[in-house]
Nanobody, 112 residues
Framework: VQLVESGGGLVQPGGSLRLSCAAS????????MTWFRQAPGKERELVAA?????GSTNYAEGRFTISRDNAKNTVYLQMNSLKPEDTAVYYC?????????WGQGTQVTVSA
């Protein structure tokens, strides 16, 4: 199982970013996917989750939208109206047979 995040960077407050997570090594369309984030000195927290077919989503942040393209084995996180408190490393996650798999993370920094 491999998860590779991309799309992070430096953005001004109020800006937008779209994160991507490319998955491989498993049948992507069978599993729900989740985005987490971890800010310096804080615990990792759930940001958004999506079901295997994409029909069900859950969010901790109303400004974010999670989506997936099962043909491309990719899950996305569209982040709008970004705030400095959104600064964190963002991780893609899937849970397969009770094992959590994580990507390496992508840094998002929101600053003027």
């Amino acid at each position: 199982v491999q998860l590779v995040e991309s799309g992070g960077g430096l953005v001004q407050p109020g800006g937008s970013l779209r994160l991507s997570c490319a998955a491989s090594g498993f049948t992507f369309s069978r599993y729900g996917m989740t985005w987490f984030r971890q800010a310096p000195g804080k615990e990792r927290e759930l940001v958004a989750a999506i079901s295997s077919a994409g029909g069900s989503t859950n969010y901790a942040e109303g400004r974010f939208t999670i989506s997936r393209d099962n043909a491309k084995n990719t899950v996305y996180l569209q982040m709008n109206s970004l705030k400095p408190e959104d600064t964190a490393v963002y991780y893609c996650n899937c849970r397969i047979n009770s094992i959590n798999y994580w990507g390496q993370g992508t840094q998002v920094t929101v600053s003027a």
